[in-house]
């Protein structure tokens, strides 16, 4: 103190995010304590975007269909505060996208929002393709620096909805003589999508041809078998019987799910 008096110049406050409202207090051992008004540091001006909400690294969401993720991004100066006043169109689309996965939003605005108190909400997200190491990026009008958080996180398979032939069974052979290739088939999600995780029983039969042949696989229980990963693989099928030369089709069932029927199958 000078004269009872102890003079302050040049202060400043600083460091990441510090917008927001201060009081200060002086202090001297014995004396009472003295508190100022309130000291308002503003955010400078945007520079830069930032991943506000976003999935967490390595978390594992369902693909499009039974899975959703929420998103925001938020407007900020170099010293990372949120510029409350901006107003940016933010669009939202995949950085990394291991799998071709398409992204969607099921927000007001999809996949371009404006920001709102310098923050831009995306709801009800999702991605239709399984894959490891997806991330998410951010665009803006005016253009600002995109964000360099992003988290990287995964898509899997989401319910199983439909059975399909993965590998169509090919003929061309004689009856009761083994397929050139015997079928295989998948139990997948809404987006094509093998639920990995689904070990459900698979039933083989001919869905059309000449009345009276019948159809064999060597797989134990035929015809109906488990699922090995979502993939159900028959085994040396064929077809044997009177009159069986013909063309034939195979279906796959299962309870609940869609139901494919093959290409074409010629015996002999």
Do not use: W
């Not at 001006?45 to 594992?60: D, E, I, N, R, Y």
């Not at 590998?167 to 050139?180: I, S, Y």
């Amino acid at each position: 103190a000078v004269a009872g008096v102890a003079t302050f110049t040049n202060c400043q406050i600083s460091g990441t995010a510090a917008a927001g409202t201060y009081p200060l207090q002086a202090t001297r051992g014995g004396l009472t304590t003295a508190l100022s008004g309130n000291v308002v540091i503003n955010a400078g001006t945007a520079t830069t975007l930032a991943f506000s909400t976003q999935p967490t690294v390595g978390q594992s969401i369902q693909a499009t269909g039974t899975g959703t993720f929420s998103a925001s991004v938020s407007v900020q100066d170099a010293n990372g505060n949120t510029v409350t006043t901006a107003t940016n169109a933010v669009t939202l689309a995949t950085g990394t996208n291991p799998s071709a996965g398409v992204l969607a939003c099921t927000n007001a605005g999809g996949l371009t929002v404006n920001a709102v108190s310098g923050v831009a909400t995306f709801t009800g997200c999702s991605i239709t393709t399984a894959g490891t190491g997806y991330t998410l990026a951010a665009t803006s009008s005016p253009v600002l620096t995109p964000p360099v958080n992003a988290n990287a996180f995964t898509i899997t398979a989401g319910t199983a909805s439909q059975l399909d032939f993965t590998t169509q069974p090919v003929g061309n052979v004689g009856e009761a003589t083994t397929f050139t290739t015997s079928p295989v088939v998948s139990v997948e999600d809404a987006n094509g999508n093998v639920v990995t995780s689904d070990t459900g029983t698979v039933t083989l039969a001919i869905a059309s041809g000449p009345g009276g042949p019948s159809l064999s696989c060597s797989n134990p229980g035929f015809p109906t078998i488990a699922a090995v990963a979502g993939v159900a693989t028959f085994t040396n099928c064929q077809i044997s019987g009177t009159a069986a030369a013909g063309t034939y089709t195979l279906q796959a069932t299962r309870g609940g799910l869609t139901t494919p029927t093959s290409n074409p199958v010629v015996i002999l």
